[in-house]
């Protein structure tokens, strides 16, 4: 099957022909095909069979459950070791009741590689179980099976070294055949959990159990069976543990149990049982996939069940019966036997330490220090900046910035991440005027108007930098004549600040400037639409202005305002008018003027 485009697609273009245990290896980066086998032949990428010693090179058998699984060797790039367990201890004419491994070496055969080492035998006498689990930098692996007649699990270390000799764990229950003949009771998974430390079985008749055990990872030693027998008379077959560990999942004869790893003693594990179907078709291997979802063989039906939440507790994980049917619709029992999880145990990357705090002003940057040292990925990886060693980093938004945080720590630790937010302030803004706008030696008092915007508290600072007031708006007492600033800085809630800073000339008396054109043309052009007059420093008292025949067709008092051309609702005539100003200076004393004007087009 392929995971590939995020749906699960059957492929049909192997040559493997097997109802049980089979075995394939992929490229983690490529996801390129390097081999598959049965138990019996070993397939290369180009799907012929890797010659080996003859024919029938592999000592295991197409009906074993766990009959097969590839494990690469430490160290190597182009080694891999094979190995194979019996169907029913050898039952069968022809076949061989031992655990054996052979050697597959991807150098030979034009890289398509071929069997380096043949059947190499480790025990003598084993079930069908085969389970291997391996460390987060694959350094090493534990190649786990059972003995035969007996109550002993058989542990061998992989390392670049090669095999270690075995780590016996003599515990649990005697695995035999009972009144019923031809060794069934060698039949039944038995899966590592993803955090390497509990292994969990199934017996096939004779009784049928259910075993959990914890592992050892450093070890290799198994201790602490929980054992519940299943008051079935045949055929406990498949089980696996949930993505995260917390639940135990058992079947056999249509029937598929769910065991709550977490729910405490061994009384407790126990009685947590829950039957999630009765109805799974003679029920075969479990299987988890790449996209956390449990897959589930049913035999009769010739297709794949699916346990779509399998960390989720009783029916809540969600059984879907046959959303997959192989094609040409061959019965199956068996799921690939892969090394199906990489032990990460309980290391964690070391937590990123979220900077104290996660509001700044405009400008400002935040040092988060980091006192436990890690890999980082951060995104976005703008306007940041990391020291050599990772210890110390500064951050500094322009705006509002969600940031991400993956510490990787070591390649076997699991990475930590985080998310979190720096809001930046919208900052007050200072500004202020003087009131009078020029103000004179003349005025007794000059106000400092406060226009600043989004602020709450004030500081107002003299020329020297004086503090000189909190409140506010600043009045002063006239200095007199000179050059005189001033500086506000305005506060925000979080106390940010702006910093306004205005300067003003006092003179003992103000210029006043008069100017009048002596024409306009009100055409709606937007130039010279209206004349009005232009005067600096003066106090208007009348405006206005007469026609050739002494009528007045516009007054004003107001300096801002100025004819329009209107008179009446109408637009006047082209020609000459007469305007007549009057108005007082800066210093008091009264002006007239009046002229002249052409209206004009």
């Known amino acids: 099957m392929s995971f590939s485009s995020g749906t699960p697609v059957v492929l049909y273009d192997n040559e493997s022909m097997s109802n049980e245990g089979t075995a394939s290896i992929a490229d983690p980066s490529t996801g390129q095909l390097i081999m598959y086998a049965n138990g019996v032949l070993i397939y290369d990428r180009t799907h012929n069979v890797m010659s080996g010693i003859g024919p029938w090179p592999l000592r295991g058998d197409v009906s074993a459950a766990q009959g097969v699984t590839i494990v690469p060797q430490p160290g190597s790039n182009h080694l891999y070791y094979v190995f194979t367990t019996p169907a029913q201890v050898g039952y069968y004419p022809m076949t061989y009741p031992g655990l054996y491994y052979s050697i597959v070496d991807m150098n030979l055969n034009n890289g398509n590689g071929d069997i380096m080492t043949p059947n190499v035998l ?18 090493e692996y534990w190649v786990l099976a059972h003995r035969w007649n007996c109550d002993s699990f058989f542990a061998y270390k992989l390392t670049s070294q090669g095999l270690s000799t075995p780590v016996v764990s003599t515990v649990g229950i005697v695995h035999r055949s009972g009144p019923n003949a031809m060794n069934i009771g060698a039949i039944g998974y038995m899966k590592f959990s993803s955090n390497g430390k509990k292994v969990g079985l199934v017996v096939c008749s004779d009784p049928n159990v259910m075993e959990l055990f914890d592992f050892d990872f450093a070890t290799g030693k198994l201790s602490n069976p929980i054992r519940d027998k299943i008051e079935q008379t045949y055929a406990m077959y498949g ?8 639940k ?15 729910a405490g003693d061994s009384a407790a594990i126990i009685a947590s049982r829950t039957t999630i179907t009765t109805t799974c078709s003679a029920s075969g291997a479990m299987l988890n996939g790449p996209d956390g979802k449990m897959y589930v063989a049913y035999y009769t039906n010739s297709g794949l069940g699916v346990i779509n939440n399998p960390n989720a507790a009783g029916t809540a994980c969600n059984l879907t019966a046959l959303p997959l049917v192989f094609s040409p619709g061959e019965p199956v029992f068996g799921l690939p036997n892969m090394v199906e999880h990489i032990n990460y145990g309980d290391v964690v990357a070391p937590a990123f330490q979220i900077p104290p705090l996660h509001t700044l002003c405009k400008g ?3 040092i988060a220090p980091q006192p436990y ?29 969600e940031y991400t945080v993956i510490s990787k720590g070591d390649k076997c630790a699991f990475p930590d991440t985080v998310k979190f937010t720096i809001k930046v302030d919208s900052d007050p803004f200072a500004d202020f005027e003087f009131n009078p706008e020029q103000p004179t030696t003349n005025d007794p008092t000059i106000l400092l108007d406060n226009g600043s915007i989004h602020a709450q508290t004030y500081k107002w600072y003299d020329s020297t930098g004086t503090l000189v007031s909190q409140d506010t708006n600043y009045r002063i007492a006239n200095p007199g004549a000179g050059h005189f600033c001033y500086a506000l800085v305005a506060f925000d809630s979080l106390h940010c600040t702006d910093t306004a800073k205005v300067c003003i000339t006092i003179v003992e008396h103000l210029k006043s400037s008069v100017f009048i054109p002596n024409a306009f043309s009100p055409n709606g052009d937007g130039l010279n639409d209206e004349f009005k007059i232009n005067g600096i420093n003066i106090k208007l008292e009348s405006f206005s202005v007469f026609d050739r025949y002494g009528e007045k067709v516009f007054y004003t008092n107001d300096i801002n305002k100025g004819w329009n051309g209107y008179y009446k609702g109408k637009l006047c005539n082209l020609g000459t008018y007469f305007y007549y100003v009057k108005y007082m200076d800066s210093e008091g004393a009264k002006h007239t003027m009046k002229n002249d004007l052409e209206l004009i087009r």
């Open 122 to 139: 480790l025990m003598d006498s084993t079930t069908e179980k085969l389970a291997v689990i391996g460390n987060c930098d694959q350094s």
């Open 239 to 246: 089980c696996s543990f949930s993505p995260d560990n917390s």
């Open 248 to 262: 135990f999942y058992t079947n056999g004869n249509g029937v598929i149990y769910q065991y709550d790893v977490n």
């Open 364 to 366: 400002e940057s935040i």
């Open 373 to 401: 040292l890690s890999s980082l990925s951060i995104f976005p990886d703008s306007n940041i900046s990391i020291n050599s060693d990772n210890s110390q980093i500064i951050f500094s938004p322009q705006t509002t910035t």
